[in-house]
């Protein structure tokens, strides 16, 4: 027993080591981890994975949101959308063949690839739009110099409607869907960046949460292989936030980014032999 | 990190500020014990079971208690496994928790559009449940 515990607790940390460095979440990596490594039909990666990453969304949100990056009413908005995805994806994931996650799987690895090398930078709107002032949406960041820079949001159906996407991704693949998130926000409604991270990470433990829920009551879940992978990718991501700081971001994000792609390729060869 | 100073800050949203991170890491604190009592039950008391759950997993093949009541007795008892799924079980629910939270403090607060919202995202959770029990 040891041995295979050793493994998993081993994979499932070094999974959310790597997901944590690299800002894309512990999902993307310990799903093709379980499935490649550990032998684990896709059924078993994803409710493990979800459950880890409801865990790692807590443990990250606890700085952003005593701080201030989240801004809990978008976050609060906008997981209308993304709970709705979340429970049709996972109950969708019980109906879908195997290979079809895996080469989806596939697909959104390699758009987290993307969007880790897309250019990234600010633009603020001066208005925001009716509904958004309505909701009381916007709000206040420093910037570098530690001023008070005020941010407006607009877009909001549109965001709403990646975030049922993202949702609908997350329940079906295992995964917190940051990256979709993240665009959503930064991309469409025009929330500065580090917002849109903070935010999107505290998001993602109500839409992974929705999903294992539907995984959990329905019995997909397997205890030997969910406990030591949520205790292994929460250790995980701690460290890689303590280290965070530390690294050469870009570097980081490169090499992490050439992995990414390589899974992706791996995991559309499998659902590509399977067929 | 640098905190955000704001002024302007309601007081919703600093009930919210303080308390949210509060129940995040309490709850898994709770659960993370919960799973590390939960494994070393299973290294002491069964390790053989542990073994047969993981390959049986590897076949796709889910070998689970039937009811909750059922599964709560089982892990009082000390059963292993049992104590496992409960960890599991009180992580998962960190978000129903702290969404909870929000929606009880909006209704105080009389903020109803964020009443309506919080008990939307509720509802979706326990539906989520519901059908995942049924399907």
Redesign the interface.
Known sequence: ??E??GGLLGLAFAAGFVGSLSGLGGGVFIVPALVIA????M??AIGASL?SV??T???A???F?????TN??VA??L??AT??G??AG??LA?MIPPVVLEFLFALMMLQSAYFSLRKQGDELVPHGDEIAR??DLAG???DES?K?VHYEIVQLPAGAALMVLAGIMSGLLGIGSGALKVMAMDYFMHIPLKVSSATSNFMI??T?????????????????????V??GV?AGALLGSRILPHANARVLRLVFTVILILIAVEMGWRAVKGI | ????A?P??SEE?RI???W??IL??T??IV??IV??V??FL??TKS??N??T??H?????D?I?PTTFVQLLHLAAAGDP?SV??V???V??L???A??AF?FLLFIRERDF??VA??A??LA??I???????I?
Request: glycine share 10%; with cysteine.
């Open positions: 027993m040891l295979i515990l550990a032998h684990m039909p059924v078993v459950i409801v865990a969304s807590a443990g949100s606890v700085a949101v005593r701080d201030g990056w809990l009413k609060m908005v997981e209308c709970v709705t979340a429970v996972a109950l019980g309505k909701l206040d960041i420093p530690g008070t433990g109500v992974a949460g929705a999903g294992a829920l539907v995984f959990l009551s329905r019995g997909n879940v397997s205890m030997s292989v969910s406990a030591p949520a205790l929460t | 990190m640098a905190t955000i704001n302007g800050i949203d919210l500020r303080v949210t991170p995040l890491r709850i898994l659960s993370a799973l590390v939960g494994l299973m290294a390790p053989d542990y073994v759950r993981f049986a997993a590897q076949r796709a889910f689970e496994h496992l799924m960890g599991l079980f992580l998962t960190v978000p129903l702290r969404v929000s559009a964020y919202f919080t939307y995202v979706g959770l539906t989520g449940m519901l059908l995942g029990s399907g």
